[in-house]
C-alpha cells in the first residue's frame, strides 16, 4: 500500500518535475542565462490557481487557471528579459552577472508575493500562506460524466503534462518558429545574419519558459495538501538537479532525468522514513545525493561554462611525450 | 526612544559580522570567480558547531549531564545561564575554542564540497551550493541534538560576567571587529599579491590559466577553504551573540544579503564589501526599529525590506556593475614594469619610454 502511494507520487511529482526542468534548460540553451528566479514561475503559476479557487469560490476550471497561469509566468518571464536580461546583455555582462541579477529579481517577486498574500488574508479571511489543495471542477465533471474514480491529480497531470509536451515538441520540430529558436540557441551571430530577429526570439522563449513552467504550478495545488510561497525552491533544487544531468541542453534527457529523480526520491524517502523515522524535510537531501554522486562520478565536464578538466591531462601526456 | 550607545554597539556587532561574510564572499567571486550561493550553508554550519561547543562542552567540562542539561530545555538554558555569569575563564577558552572548532571543520567542509562542484560550470556551482545550505537546514531541523526545529538556546556569550550589559557588548565587539579587521587584511593582502592576480586571471578565464599552467582546482579549492572557514567563524560569532540558533535563521535570505552587500559595495573590492555591509546592516537595524512604525496594518513590513533590497542590487547591476567602489586595476611600479620588459627583451640600452 504504502509502495503504490509512493508510486502514485513519483507520477504526478514526475509531471511536475517534467513541466518545470524543460523550460530551465530550454531558456538555458536559446539564452545561455542561468536563471535563478525560476522559482518565481512555479510559485506565481501555483498562486494565481489559489486566487482564482478563491475568487471563484473554489469552482475553478482546470482550463482557465492553465490558461491565467501561463499568461502570468510568461508575462513576468518577458518582463525579466526587458528589464534585466537584455539591459545586461546590452552592456556585455558576464553569465555570472546575469545569475546574480535573477537571484535578485528571485527575492523581490518572492516577498512581492507575501505581500500579496498577506493584503489578501486581511481583505477576504482566508490563509493563502498555507493553502489547501484546488480541485479543478471541469475536471471532476469529465470524470463524473466517464465514471473514472482514479484521483484527480492523476487526471490533471497526465492530460497537462502529455499536452504540454507534444504542443512543445511540435512547436520546436515541425514549425519555422522552432527551427528559428533552435537556431539562436545553436549560433545567436549567424542565426541574426540569417534574419533571424533574435530579441523577439528571445522575448518569446522566456514567455514560453514562464508560461510552462507556471503551468507545474498549477498541478502542484492539484496534488500538495498545503501550497506555501516557499515551494519554488523545493521544485528548483530537482529542477536544477535535472537539467544539469541533461547536460542543460537535451530536453528529452532533462524529462528522463525528471522523471528519474521523482521516481528516487520518493522511493528512497519511503525506504528511509519506514526504517530510520525520517521527516519529509529530508526528501531534497536524498535528491541532492543524485546529483552530488554523478558530479564524484561522472561530472558533466564543461556544461554551463564549467572546466574542461581532462583536457590537462591530455595535453600534459603529449607534452611529456616525444 | 533609541538608546543611540546601544544602537550604535548592536549595529557594528552586526556589521563586522556580516562584513566577514561579505569580505569572504569577495575573496570567492568577486576575486576568484566561485559562485558562491550558499553562503549561509557555511554560516549556519559554523553556528551550530559554535552553539554545540558553546554549550554541550561546557556543560559536560563542568559535570552536568548532558542528556539532562541540554539547551532547548528549560533546566539546560537556565544552568548554562548560570555559568556564562559564573565561570568565566572557562566560558571564553570555550567560546576561543568554538571559534577555531568553527573555522577548521566548515573549512574542511567548503574543500571536499567544492571538490567534485569545481570541475562544472558557475551555474552549476552556485545551484549545488545553494542547495546544500537547504540540505543543512533539513538536517538541522531532523536533528534532536540540535533542538530540532525550535533550535538551541542559552548559548553564552562570553562576557556576560561582566554585569554591565553595556560592557560586555563593548568586549564582544571588540573580539568581532578583531577578526573582522584581521579578515580584511588577510583578504586585501591576497588580493594585491601574485595569488590575487593568478585567482584574477581564474576568474577571467579559468580555461586560459589552466593552460598557462596554473593548478586551478587547487587554487580554488584553497581559497575554498580559507573562505568557508571565515564564514564559519563569523556563524559561530552570531550564534553566541544572537545566545540562540534555529533552522530558520539560516535561509536562502542571508546568502542574498551578503551577495547584495558586495554587489552594492563592488563585488571586487574588499573595501567595497565593508562599505555595502556597513550600508545594508545599518538599514537593516533601523528597519528593525522603524518594522513597528511603518507596517502592521496590511502587511509585514519586514517583507519590504528584501523586495527594496533586490531593486537595488538590479538596478546596481544593470546601471552601475561595478558597484560603489570599483575594482581598481592591479598597482604596477615602474620597477616592475622594467623587470617584465627586461624579461621579454623589450629593454634596450636606450631604456624603456613607458616605465615612468
Redesign the interface.
Known sequence: MEIARALICSYVFSWIYILSSIPLTLS?RTTKV?N?AHPVFITYGAYVAIFLNEFLNKNTPLFIAALFSFTTGGLIGVLNYL??IR??HQ?G?S???H???T??????Y???L??IC??LM?LRGASFLSYPSVEYVDISYIQRAIGLNTPQYIVTSTTLGLVVILSLYVLLNKTMLGFAMRGIADNQILATLCGIPRDKLMALTWFLTGGITALSGILWVNFSGSTTPEIG?HVV?IN??AA?IGG?SSLLVTALASAALALTENIVFLFLSYHLG??P?????IV?GV??TI??IR???????????R??TR?GRKVAGP | MIDVLSFAIHWLTYFTIYAILAITLVLEAGISGITNFGKVAFFGLGAYIGAVVNTYTLLALLGYDVNTYTPFTAQGVSVLSKIAASEPIIVIMIFFMSLAISFVITGLFGRLLIYPVIRVGAGFVGFTLLSVGEILRAIYMNTHFLGGTYGMFGIPQPFTWLRSPVLSALCYLAVTFSIFLSAYILVSRIHESPLGRVLRAIRDDDVAALFLGKDVPRIKSSVFFLTSGLSGVAGALYACYVGSVNPQMFVVLVTFNVWAMIIIGGSSSPMGAVLGAALLSLVDRLLQYATPVIGGVLFSADYLRPIFIGCIMIAILVKKPMGLLPEKPPKITAGFLRKALEEIGEVNEGGCDTCD
Open positions: 538555458y542561468f535563478f528589464l534585466i539591459p545586461l552592456r555582462a553569465p555570472n552577472v545569475m546574480i541579477a537571484m535578485g529579481a528571485w527575492f523581490v518572492q516577498y512581492a507575501y505581500i498577506q493584503v486581511k525552491l533544487v536544477f538537479a544539469f542543460l525520517l521527516q524535510t529530508i526528501r531534497l537531501a541532492f546529483v552530488f558530479l564524484v561530472p558533466p565536464l564543461g556544461a554551463g561554462g564549467g572546466l574542461p578538466y583536457f590537462r595535453i
